[in-house]
């Protein structure tokens, strides 16, 4: 099993909706848990990080939940802009050394 | 602020060539590491570095090498280019290997090994 996973969509959305990803870890020691956005043939860039009790950017919701490994990120009133391949990243406890998932793709379609 | 540099940006060898990624950051990184890029893999750790002289394997090191002689510089080399290395490079530094700290990437390395 992949040590952290995510669907790799497309997820397929018209404009103004909102649309939510998960993403699972598979070791219980994870430390840190990031979203990182990456454009069509461009270096991925950090979108938030994902703290304990949830935390929110403008249209951007992030959550964890540790008993479920899980982490999720809901954004509302999707843009065309928001098309993109999102990533989810987790580094554990002692090394810190960041392992990413496969990637998640959102089109917004006007 | 030039951030992370990566060179080159694209290039071509042929089987059994050898070649090195060029990557330089200016912000004082003591992290620096190499993923590469494969469709439908999402970005797998080659090398990493957590200071200058310091350097370990990630999840797939075969077929390349790296340094750290300074802070700034982590040139991954390929040594004998196989078709299985064609794949897209990212270089990447942190301030260091610690909680919450975030990733600068550079702009990337597509390279294809014919």
């Known amino acids: 099993r992949k040590e952290v996973e995510q669907d790799p969509g497309p997820f397929n959305v018209p404009e103004g909706a909102t649309v939510a990803f998960n993403c699972t870890y598979s070791?219980?020691?994870?430390?840190?848990f990031f979203w990182y956005r990456q454009d069509c043939r461009k270096e991925p860039k950090l979108l938030m990080s994902?703290?304990?009790s949830g935390n929110e950017d403008g249209r951007f919701t992030a959550q964890l939940n540790r008993a479920s490994q899980y982490i999720s990120l809901l954004i509302r009133d999707s843009k065309l802009s928001d098309s993109a391949t999102y990533l989810c990243?987790?580094?554990?406890?002692?090394?810190?050394?960041?392992?990413f998932g496969r990637g998640t793709s959102l089109i917004v379609h006007p | 602020n030039a951030g992370v540099t990566q060179t080159p940006k694209f290039q071509v060898l042929k089987t059994g060539q050898s070649m090195t990624l060029q990557c330089a950051q200016d912000?004082?990184?003591?992290?620096m590491s190499w993923y590469r890029q494969d469709p439908g893999m999402g970005l797998r750790l080659i090398h990493y570095?957590?200071?200058?002289?310091?350097?370990d394997q990630g999840e797939v090191p075969n077929g390349y090498n790296v340094s750290r002689s300074t802070t700034e510089d982590f040139p991954l080399r390929l040594l004998s280019a196989a078709p299985s290395q064609t794949s897209v490079y990212f270089c990447?530094?942190?301030?260091?290997?610690?909680?919450?700290?975030?990733?600068?990437f550079g702009s990337g390395t597509q390279l294809s090994v014919l």
């Open positions: 994902v703290y304990s």
């Open positions: 570095s957590v200071g200058a002289g310091i350097t």
């Open positions: 070791n219980s020691a994870s430390q840190s």
């Open positions: 990447a530094s942190s301030r260091d290997r610690g909680r919450n700290e975030k990733l600068f």
């Open positions: 990243v987790v580094t554990s406890g002692g090394s810190y050394i960041p392992t």
């Open positions: 912000m004082n990184h003591e992290y």
